[in-house]
Each structure stands twice: as C-alpha cells, then as structure tokens.
C-alpha cells in the first residue's frame, strides 16, 4: 500500500505559477503510476496529468497542455505538478492518485490510493 500527501496549493494571481507535490510513503513507489486530478465546487472530478512508473510516459488534459507539466522523482517518492499561467479556472481541490501500475492515464477509478487534497485558489 502507499498513502500519499499533497502540498504546494494556495492563493494566487492569474498569471502565476504553483508547483504541487505528491510525497508517497512506502519502499516500492517506483513500480506506482501518478494521476493528478482536480474538483471544483458544484463539478465533476476532473483528469489533469498522469505519469508512468518510471517517469518516461505521461499525459495532460487538453486544458493544461502548454501551461501545466508533471515530473516524478522516484528516489524522493514524490511527484510534482508545475502549475504555470495559472488562470481562475484552475481553481479546485487538487488531488494526486496512485495505482500498482505502469500507467493508468485519465479513468479515476482505475487508482486506488487517493491523497486528502490540496486547495488552489487563482484570482483574476
């Protein structure tokens, strides 16, 4: 099993930039895929970025293209979301998931380790 932990949420400007992390416990997160998803109020969870096991594959939602990357570090058990020219549509509760998996991409019911969330805020 693996629980995991998001952090790097906040308030901020559109236009900005916020990087998340995703620190996963346990000794075997390198054979774990990553996705990240969002909730806004009132909304249906939403695919944001997913990444391999081993870091080589990853995907982002067409909303994010070009503004948002996903990377790991397996050696520090933790995935990241960098976050750039944020807008205020991106505000939500950010969550990182976690399946026993090479790659699981965009179906959120294919992970089975979820984190508690991290709020982001971005303001026009």
């Known amino acids: 099993q693996v629980q995991l932990v998001e952090s790097g949420g906040g308030w901020v400007q559109a236009g900005g930039s916020l990087r998340l992390s995703c620190a996963a416990s346990?000794?075997?997160?390198?054979?774990?895929?990553v996705g990240w998803f969002r909730q806004a109020p009132g909304k249906e969870r939403e695919f944001v970025a997913a990444?391999?096991?081993?870091?080589?594959?990853?995907a982002l939602a067409d909303s994010v293209k070009g503004r948002f990357t996903i990377s790991r570090a397996n050696a520090k058990n933790t995935v990241y979301l960098q976050m750039n020219s944020l807008k205020p549509e991106d505000t939500a509760v950010y969550y990182c998931?976690?399946?026993?998996?090479?790659?699981?991409?965009?179906?959120?019911?294919?992970?089975?380790?979820w984190g508690q969330g991290t709020q982001v805020t971005v303001s026009s």
């Open positions: 346990g000794r075997t997160f390198s054979s774990y895929t």
């Open positions: 998931a976690a399946d026993r998996a090479y790659y699981s991409g965009s179906d959120y019911q294919e992970y089975d380790y």
């Open positions: 990444i391999s096991s081993n870091g080589v594959g990853a």
